[in-house]
Each structure stands twice: as C-alpha cells, then as structure tokens.
C-alpha cells in the first residue's frame, strides 16, 4: 500500500531525496505519485515532521 504526504509537510525535501524510485514531486507540499511508489518506507523514515503515512 502506497503511503501519502499529509498537511503536516513543511516541503523540507528530505523525503524526495530519499525515494529510491524519485516518485515524489514539490508541490505547496510534496506528493507521492501512487502508480509509481513501491512502499518501501523510506520516505516515511526520512521525514522529520511524521508527515508520511500509509494510505
């Protein structure tokens, strides 16, 4: 199951350089592309606000 970026997201970018499948995209808070996220939990490890969680 894809995780998604909450409210929480200070679009700091620490989740993005951590994805190993670069399926996470800038936006007013970053987003995961569902169709190309493998759910390996590294974006969800690598955010320092929690913003990451399972869908």
Do not use: L, N, W
């Not at 996470?24 to 913003?51: F, L, N, R």
């Amino acid at each position: 199951m894809p995780r998604k970026i909450t409210d929480a997201c200070v679009a700091c970018g620490a989740c993005a350089a951590e994805c190993p499948v670069e399926c996470i995209h800038e936006g007013d808070i970053y987003a995961i592309d569902a169709d190309q996220c493998v759910d390996c939990g590294a974006c969800e490890s690598a955010c320092p606000m929690g913003a990451i969680v399972e869908e």
